[in-house]
């Protein structure tokens, strides 16, 4: 059974616990401004809620982005010195993946081939990119961009971009 430790901070901070694909534990903010505050009690948080230690994890995932240059070096160091004290690897995820794969699962039951994930970049901006059902498995064909909403690729739109 896999244990694994997610991380993301891409945009709004959070943090879940997982054995076999299933969420035992997870936490998340809105906030966008306190990544480095908040990112080690919300591990400590989840990992008591799902009865776990840090050395029993097989590894850990982090979010890579895109999003914001500080809220992104805050999960990316959270996780290598967490990875670095346990002796867990950690895995770097494109967090537009992540969501992608959770969006698959919508697109696909609805019959929808292609489609983007995109999340707010700001600046009146996105971040985006295009994925395409392969085998009933979310693969990235474009991407990923920053752009005004309007440029992005006109197909089915998930994630807090789509607005």
Known sequence: M????????????????LRDGEELA??????????AEVLAPAVQTVLGEAGVTGTALDALAVGVGPGPF????????TAAALGLAWDVPVHGVRSLDALAHAAG???FRHGIEEFVVATDARRREVYWA???????????????FVSPADEVTPLPVYGAGAG
């Open 2 to 17: 896999a244990l694994l430790l997610a991380i993301d901070s891409s945009a709004a901070a959070s943090v879940a616990v």
């Open 70 to 77: 500080t809220g992104l070096r805050a999960g990316l160091a």
């Open 105 to 107: 699962v919508d697109a």
């Open 130 to 144: 295009h994925y395409a059902q392969v085998g009933g498995q979310p693969t990235l064909l474009h991407g990923p």
């Open 26 to 35: 997870r936490w998340a903010t809105d906030d966008t401004h306190a990544h």
